[in-house]
């Protein structure tokens, strides 16, 4: 799938700071970011519709979600925590409302590991 | 809370053998369901989606949904080893793709 890139793919940190970034070219409104952190399933981070954010899950304070324009989508992260060593996976919907069967389409996602 | 949970855990099957996986939904008023298929290190790939009961076939992937057991099953027919992978059930409810659940998921090994 290369409709929705991410980068970088593999992240390696101390306590830096960095940034995610992700984009999309389906001309979808809806995207997301989703944690999976080992041998778990995805678990919604942040949703965004049309650069508004929607959902914000209860999520720790050094995750910032930006939403520059409706294809684009940025997660920084300060301060890491090797509770944070995870892959970050980005997605899009079309519409991403209420009472929506859509589907989700995901990116690669960005292997992050905090030594 | 929605609770997701399938069964089994692993799963080896011999290539073209019937694959069958597992996925049990606690909240009864869930009406959308898909089943993932996710490669290692790779991002989700959707394969089926069915929202109402009964069965949805999309290729060599079925799904079958029976609400009032709270039981969403995905048959695979002829498996290869490329479709060795975690295959992870998501449930929802009116709330669409705000409220998604995944569950643990089920890793498949087809053996040659």
């Known amino acids: 799938n290369t409709k929705i890139t991410q980068s970088p793919r593999y992240l390696i940190l101390g306590r830096a700071n960095k940034s995610l970034e992700c984009e999309q070219h389906?001309?979808?409104?809806?995207m997301y970011w989703y944690k999976q952190s080992a041998e778990k399933p995805p678990e919604l981070m942040f949703l965004y519709n049309l650069k508004q954010l929607i959902r914000n899950e209860t999520v720790p304070s050094r995750f910032i979600p930006e939403c520059p324009d409706s294809s684009k989508l940025l997660l920084h992260i300060s301060a890491v925590d090797p509770e944070d060593s995870a892959v970050y996976f980005c997605a899009s919907s079309q519409q991403g409302q209420k009472f929506s069967n859509e589907r989700l389409f995901f990116g690669h996602g960005t292997k992050l590991s905090v030594l | 809370q929605q609770k997701v949970q399938q069964s089994p855990e692993s799963l080896t099957v011999s290539e073209g053998a019937m694959a069958s996986l597992n996925c049990t939904f606690s909240?009864?008023?869930?009406?959308?369901f898909r089943w993932y298929r996710q490669h290692s290190a790779k991002g989700l790939e959707v394969l089926v989606s069915i929202f109402s009961d009964g069965e949805k076939e999309e290729g060599r992937f079925t799904a079958h949904l029976n609400r009032a057991n709270l039981h969403v099953s995905l048959h695979i027919r002829e498996p290869q080893p490329s479709d060795s992978a975690v295959y992870l059930c998501?449930?929802?409810?009116?709330?669409?793709?705000?409220?998604?659940?995944f569950g643990a998921g089920t890793k498949l090994t087809i053996k040659p």
């Open positions: 909240d009864g008023t869930s009406n959308n």
């Open positions: 998501a449930v929802s409810i009116n709330y669409g793709n705000e409220k998604i659940t």
């Open positions: 389906l001309g979808h409104n809806a």
